[in-house]
């Protein structure tokens, strides 16, 4: 069974940059169980979770570099979360070179992904979108 993952408003961190690209990771992620689930082979899925891949580690630079402009004081403790979940996502694409498709290796990289970052934008990402508002109040 294929969970579906969606962007709901919970996740607005109010920040526009961040919640436009976070929008566009679950699309990835919704784009690549769908490529599955029409039974498209091994290239397609492959381009699909290449899109995944990259868009994800261009949204973590992305973010890392705003950090850097407000001197974001949690930086190096985000940064590890980013590269934890960017070692995952690697292995996930030498899996799907080396054993090919399978529902449940699909399946696998779309939550491992969709809950990491679920969890991360309510936790980590709304803080930071929260300490970036603030800063601006102060020196806009
Ligand atoms: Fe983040």
Not at 11 to 24: A, F
Not at 36 to 58: P, W
Not at 120 to 130: G, N, P
């Amino acid at each position: 069974m294929i969970v579906d993952y969606r962007w709901d408003s919970t996740l607005e961190t109010g920040h526009e940059m961040i919640d436009t690209q976070h929008k566009q990771l679950f699309v990835a992620i919704n784009d690549l169980l769908h490529t599955y689930q029409q039974g498209k082979g091994s290239e397609d899925l492959s381009k699909s979770l290449d899109f995944l891949t990259n868009y994800t580690i261009k949204h973590f630079f992305d973010e890392q570099r705003l950090q850097q402009k407000y001197h974001y004081p949690d930086f190096e403790n985000h940064k590890k979360y980013h590269e934890a979940l960017k070692a995952e996502v690697r292995d996930f694409s030498r899996q799907l070179i080396m054993k090919g498709p399978s529902e449940e290796l699909i399946n696998k990289v779309c939550s491992t992904i969709g809950d990491w970052l679920v969890n991360h934008i309510r936790i980590q990402d709304k803080k930071l979108a929260a300490y970036i508002k603030e800063q601006d109040a102060v020196a806009p």
